[in-house]
């Protein structure tokens, strides 16, 4: 596990710019792994930048989410498909149809996710996989006491990480009780995993993550089990590591 600590989300931006730019320009059919929530922002911010200012082409990439609420209506602004369009893919040159996420919409969820799985699988797997943490240590949405071994399925979210979502929606009642999230067998077949963490409200998760044992209870340190990861934090976020 590479652990790179940097002054200020901007620079971990660039940096994680260029390991993007680097595959987007050396590989024929790159696929990216993209998280949501606000750790990734400054990151999609760079690679929009290099888009309309350097003409970095995203066409020939595919694009898998990590996951997605269960119950909100098809097209709800903060849908994680909405949101990734938003921020990311209708803002450079990769068409709709390219960028995929869990179908937190479907009638039967358990296949949703099965799908989900074989459809990143035939996709050749994914390159690069960005991944923020929550305040509890859950990677997508892997909460304390997912199983490390875990595909893409129907999962609860704890009251804290719905409190923390709480500022994307209106009222704390209304942001979702389930996602359909990978699992962390799903995450773990990405080839290079790269996490973003800012601020020091992230300071004890990513001590768990980074020095603590490998254990359910903090789903995040499951990437000390991968080959190729690198964890990119501001000061604030790096506080709680010896
Ligand atoms: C979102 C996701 C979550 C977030 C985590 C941190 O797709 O998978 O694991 O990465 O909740 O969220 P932020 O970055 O908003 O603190």
């Given at each position: 596990?590479?652990i790179?600590?940097?002054?200020?989300?901007?620079?971990?931006?660039?940096?994680v710019?260029d390991?993007?730019?680097?595959?987007l320009?050396?590989?024929?059919?790159?696929?990216?792994?993209?998280?949501?929530g606000?750790s990734?922002?400054?990151?999609y911010?760079e690679i929009?930048?290099?888009?309309?200012?350097?003409?970095?082409?995203?066409?020939?990439?595919?694009?898998?989410?990590?996951d997605?609420?269960?119950?909100?209506?098809?097209?709800?602004p903060?849908s994680?498909r909405?949101?990734?369009?938003?921020?990311l893919?209708?803002?450079?040159?990769i068409?709709?149809?390219?960028?995929?996420?869990?179908?937190?919409?479907?009638?039967?969820?358990?296949?949703a996710?099965?799908?989900y799985?074989?459809?990143?699988?035939a996709a050749?797997?994914?390159?690069?996989?960005?991944?923020?943490?929550?305040s509890?240590?859950h990677i997508?949405?892997?909460e304390?006491?997912?199983s490390?071994?875990?595909?893409?399925?129907l999962?609860?979210?704890?009251?804290?990480?719905?409190q923390?979502?709480?500022r994307?929606?209106?009222h704390?009642?209304?942001?979702p009780y389930?996602v359909?999230t990978?699992g962390?067998?799903?995450i773990?077949?990405?080839?290079h995993?790269?996490?973003?963490?800012?601020g020091?409200?992230?300071a004890e998760?990513?001590?768990?993550?980074?020095?603590?044992?490998?254990?359910?209870?903090c789903?995040?340190?499951?990437t000390?089990?991968h080959?190729?990861?690198?964890?990119?934090?501001?000061?604030?976020a790096?506080?709680?590591?010896?």
């Amino acid at each position: 596990m590479e652990i790179v600590i940097l002054k200020s989300a901007d620079e971990i931006a660039t940096v994680v710019g260029d390991a993007i730019e680097d595959l987007l320009r050396t590989h024929e059919a790159p696929v990216l792994g993209l998280a949501t929530g606000s750790s990734p922002l400054p990151v999609y911010r760079e690679i929009v930048r290099r888009h309309t200012e350097e003409g970095l082409s995203l066409a020939h990439a595919r694009a898998f989410l990590l996951d997605e609420y269960v119950g909100l209506p098809h097209g709800h602004p903060e849908s994680y498909r909405e949101v990734i369009r938003r921020e990311l893919t209708g803002l450079v040159d990769i068409d709709e149809s390219r960028v995929q996420g869990p179908d937190g919409g479907s009638d039967d969820i358990a296949s949703a996710g099965r799908r989900y799985d074989e459809a990143i699988r035939a996709a050749g797997g994914v390159d690069l996989q960005l991944l923020g943490i929550g305040s509890d240590g859950h990677i997508a949405f892997n909460e304390p006491g997912s199983s490390l071994a875990s595909r893409t399925r129907l999962k609860t979210l704890t009251e804290q990480t719905r409190q923390d979502n709480a500022r994307f929606f209106d009222h704390v009642d209304d942001v979702p009780y389930h996602v359909l999230t990978q699992g962390l067998g799903t995450i773990m077949e990405a080839r290079h995993l790269v996490l973003v963490a800012t601020g020091a409200g992230k300071a004890e998760a990513v001590a768990a993550m980074v020095e603590g044992p490998v254990s359910q209870l903090c789903p995040g340190s499951v990437t000390q089990m991968h080959p190729h990861v690198t964890v990119l934090l501001d000061e604030d976020a790096a506080a709680g590591l010896r």
